[in-house]
């Protein structure tokens, strides 16, 4: 069961990281299209599920682990969007 909190923060995540995906599409992911879909955040807040649906690319392998090259570095971009909503910045996971 999750909490309120949760919810609201995996809702805020999800929100934020849908934006961030779909601003730096062209730069950072190579003009793919990438949705998420769902996003599971840990009862302490620390760290968070992201599920994924990559589209409009050839090779889904390859966008995704350009993805999760770039893991810190969009968690970076996540943290100068939400740092002040949230205390700790939680750690991504991301999924297809």
Do not use: C
């Amino acid at each position: 069961m999750e909490s309120v909190r949760q919810s609201k923060v995996a809702k805020l995540l999800q929100k934020e990281l849908a934006e961030l995906f779909r601003a730096n599409s062209k730069t950072m992911f190579d003009n793919g299209f990438i949705t998420v879909t769902v996003v599971r955040i840990s009862t302490d807040l620390s760290s968070a599920k992201v599920y994924l649906s990559i589209m409009a690319t050839k090779d889904v392998n390859v966008l995704f682990k350009l993805v999760n090259d770039q893991k810190q570095h969009i968690r970076k971009l996540l943290g100068n969007t939400i740092g002040k909503q949230v205390r700790i910045i939680p750690e991504l996971n991301f999924f297809i």
